[in-house]
């Protein structure tokens, strides 16, 4: 397969990359710096990448800020995180509106700390008609759960597709399935992230720290990505734009 990188985004379908942003800490420690330093610096590579994704060709980007493993951390990396976030919603959603970006959060919201589902609310509120981008932050998120809560939604609803089934998990009609998931750090696993979405998705592991990803590191991601021939267990490979009709 040609490999697509050279088309301008608007010629392709737009694609769906989900992000594991791993490596805040090490990328903190190893410069001396505290792990809250190393998230802080996190969220600056949230920016660069928010805002280097549409023209990259990526219409929806899901970002994973928070499994609901995480919270097995020691409790004032917790807070810290949850301060992180709270601040987020509360200082990025005019620079969210400015740029076009759709932003809603994905996980449960009743363990959030006081305010934050409220944020979420109003965030998601003020920024729907955004249609550059539509960023998906995962918080309190465990792909596994998701599965597990449509099933328990589906049961006895009768009749039961794929994509209606894919519409209970997302919470979303018609969301397209995630095609390229990036790991940061050097790890190599999926930690319960986007496992229906992620069925047919394509991985690169970098082993840049998330504090130092840029847009550089997307377009390497994305190259590599436009290199590969997608089959989806047929023969003959398949376009991105085709993609959304399988
Ligand atoms: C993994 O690095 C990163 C996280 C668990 C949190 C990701 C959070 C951010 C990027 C910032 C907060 C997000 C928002 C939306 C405000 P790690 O801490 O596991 O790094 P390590 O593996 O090197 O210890």
Known sequence: MQSNVALKPEAVARLHVGIIMDGNGRWATRRGLSRLRGHEAGVEAIRRIVEAAPDQGVGTLT??????????????????????LRFYLANEIAALMR??????????RDRLPDGIAAA??????????????????????????AILNAAARAAGTGQLSRESFADLITGETGLRDVDLIIRTSG??????????EGAYAELHFTERMWPEFDADDLADAL????????????????????????
């Open 120 to 145: 979420i609310t109003r965030a998601e509120a003020e920024t729907c008609d955004g249609t550059t981008l539509h960023l998906r932050i995962a918080i309190d998120y465990s792909a596994r759960d």
């Open 99 to 108: 740029n076009g970006v759709r932003l809603t959060v994905i996980g449960r």
């Open 223 to 246: 190259a590599s990505f436009h290199r590969r021939e997608r089959r989806f267990g047929g023969l003959t490979a398949i376009a991105p734009a085709e993609v959304a009709n399988l």
């Open 187 to 196: 790890e190599k696993r999926l930690s319960d992230f986007l496992l229906w």
């Open 63 to 84: 970002l994973y800020a928070f499994s609901s493993d995480n919270w097995r951390r020691p409790k004032a990396e917790v807070t810290a995180l949850m301060a992180l």
